[in-house]
Nanobody, 126 residues
Framework: QGQLVESGGGAVQSGGSLRLSCAAS????????MGWFRQPPGKEREFVAASSWTGDDTMYGDDDLKGRFTIFRDNAKNTVYLQMNTLKPEDTAVYYC??????????????????WGQGTLVTVSS
C-alpha cells in the first residue's frame, strides 16, 4: 500500500472556509474510493464524506455535512479534496483522509477502510 498525505488544515474563524487536500502515492488511484473522517477533541472518530472511484457518486456522514462540505477528486493528480464552507466551532477536529477499494456497503460508515493518512488539524474559532 502507498501513502496518503493530507494538507490544508489550519485555523479559521466561524463562518469561514477551508479546503483540505489528500495526495495518494500509488498509481492506481482510480481503483480506490476516497474519503474523509474526523476526530474532534475528546470524541470518537466520525465519517465525513466519501467519493466513488470516478467521483460521480458521493456520500456524507449527515445532512449537515452534506450541506456545507463537498468532496471531489482529480484522478489525474491522484488527489482528493474536501471543501468545507460555513465552518462551525464544532467542526474543530483532526481530519483524516482514507482510501478503500470498496465504496458501497458499510465500510465507510464503520471506518473499516484500508488506508489512512496521518491527519491534519482544523481549528474553528467562534
Amino acid at each position: 500500500q502507498g501513502q496518503l498525505v493530507e494538507s490544508g488544515g489550519g485555523a479559521v474563524q466561524s463562518g469561514g472556509s477551508l479546503r483540505l487536500s489528500c495526495a495518494a502515492s500509488w498509481r492506481t488511484f482510480g481503483d480506490y474510493a476516497m474519503g474523509w473522517f474526523r476526530q474532534p477533541p475528546g470524541k470518537e472518530r466520525e465519517f465525513v464524506a466519501a467519493s466513488s472511484w470516478t467521483g460521480d457518486d458521493t456520500m456524507y456522514g449527515d445532512d449537515d455535512l452534506k450541506g456545507r462540505f463537498t468532496i471531489f477528486r482529480d484522478n489525474a493528480k491522484n488527489t482528493v479534496y474536501l471543501q468545507m464552507n460555513t465552518l462551525k466551532p464544532e467542526d474543530t477536529a483532526v481530519y483524516y483522509c482514507a482510501a478503500d477499494t470498496a465504496y458501497y456497503g458499510s465500510k465507510w460508515y464503520t471506518g473499516d477502510v484500508e488506508v489512512w493518512g496521518q491527519g491534519t488539524l482544523v481549528t474553528v474559532s467562534s
